[in-house]
């Protein structure tokens, strides 16, 4: 890929900021990678809070960062809590970083998604690629193009959706549309993360295939990048957040594969890497670049 970016001043300032401020991390997060993303959070600065109960929500949003919305298990109370806390996020002007687990395979993920991006001020939506598509399908069809439209297999990313260079510019191109008709910033995780406000459009390039043979890696990106968000202007943060979990990623995988271990280890080390990881590894390895689309 061509416009590579150089990002040390930005990675700089933005991991500098998440240290100093520790900013509180108000996470919703689902039951299945609830532990991870609390860790997560903390090695890299922030302060997790897993606030769950309808009757405390607002509470914690007044005195939080940002709010981390996800729903990959959403029963009916926690339904109910989403929803408080989202539109008391919005009252205050307070960051929210929406995960919208599995949308697109269930009613009940469709409806709560629709809800929280009609109704709530999202700062960013953090998504694999079928994700993005099937919310693209439910807010406004004809950003897909006629052959685009996907489900994911559960809540993975379906296999005709991940992201390569070959169709970079075509999930691109949707990538930008929505986060323009949004007016929001979004993140699509894959081999290759997408990322765009609207005007702008960026590419990741780094990362490891084991990534996704762990329960909870794109959850612990959300909570991350909700911690960076809470520190940080939100582009700046969300691509900062989105090298640091990559690189570690990439470390963490090179132990794991000089050791001859397995997903296990991988999990634990990467929790280790996103402790390691400074400002400095993150401006000289991150492959961040711009992409022109005609």
Do not use: W
Not at 31 to 41: H, K, L, Y
Not at 124 to 133: A, F, T
Request: hydrophobic share 40%; net charge negative.
């Amino acid at each position: 890929m061509e416009n590579k970016i150089d990002i040390t001043e930005n990675s700089k300032i933005a991991l500098k900021n998440l240290k100093t401020k520790n900013p509180l991390t108000h996470c919703i997060t689902n039951a299945v990678t609830v532990n991870d993303c609390a860790n997560a959070v903390l090695a890299i600065g922030g302060s997790p809070i897993m606030a769950y109960n309808e009757e405390e929500v607002e509470e914690i949003v007044n005195i939080a960062s940002s709010l981390v919305i996800n729903i990959g298990n959403p029963s009916k109370d926690e339904v109910k809590s989403i929803k408080k806390a989202c539109q008391h996020a919005s009252k205050i002007n307070k960051p929210i970083l929406f995960d919208p687990v599995g949308v697109g395979i269930s009613k009940l993920r469709n409806d709560l998604s629709i809800d929280l991006i009609k109704n709530s001020n999202i700062t960013v939506i953090r998504g694999n690629m079928s994700e993005i598509k099937a919310i693209a399908k439910l807010i406004k069809p004809e950003i897909l193009e006629s052959n685009s439209s996907s489900s994911g297999k559960g809540v993975d990313v379906a296999e005709s959706d991940i992201i390569t260079k070959d169709n970079l510019k075509v999930n691109g191109l949707i990538v930008k549309k929505l986060a323009e008709e949004l007016n929001t910033i979004i993140i699509t995780s894959g081999p290759i993360d997408i990322i765009s406000d609207g005007d702008k459009l960026y590419a990741v390039e780094n990362g490891d295939d084991i990534m996704p043979l762990i329960t909870g890696s794109g959850c612990m990106l959300s909570a991350i990048i909700g911690a960076y968000i809470g520190a940080n202007e939100p582009l700046v943060g969300g691509i900062i957040a989105s090298l640091h979990m990559t690189i570690a990623g990439e470390n963490a995988a090179k132990y794991v594969r000089e050791n001859n271990l397995g997903t296990g280890t991988f999990r634990q080390r990467l929790i280790d890497n996103l402790y390691l990881i400074t400002e400095d590894e993150i401006a000289k390895r991150g492959n961040l670049y711009e992409i022109e689309i005609q």
